[in-house]
């Protein structure tokens, strides 16, 4: 994974990144919490599926929809747009 090139990103967004080993996300790929500013990924993905978590994650933090799945297709469309491989790695 190219850590300089997510925490570009995510300093960009002014959103603290935390690269995870297991200790927050137990084996998932991503998290994220708004009112902390806060996103977790995944340190074992390869490059395209993290940049593809962190944007998904970050469209999360600014995402006001409530309902669960509606959130996850706009993260999921938003980010498979960016990063079309990462998508592929991740939800393929
Ligand atoms: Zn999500």
Redesign the pocket.
Known sequence: MNAYRLFRRAIGDNVVLILDSGDHLRGFFGDSDAPSMTVWVNRDLPDAAAMFVLD??LY?IRDTAKNWIW??IK?NVYSGFLHPVGFCQVVG
Do not use: G, V
Request: hydrophobic fraction near 15%.
């Open positions: 998904h994650e999360h959130r996850e993260a």
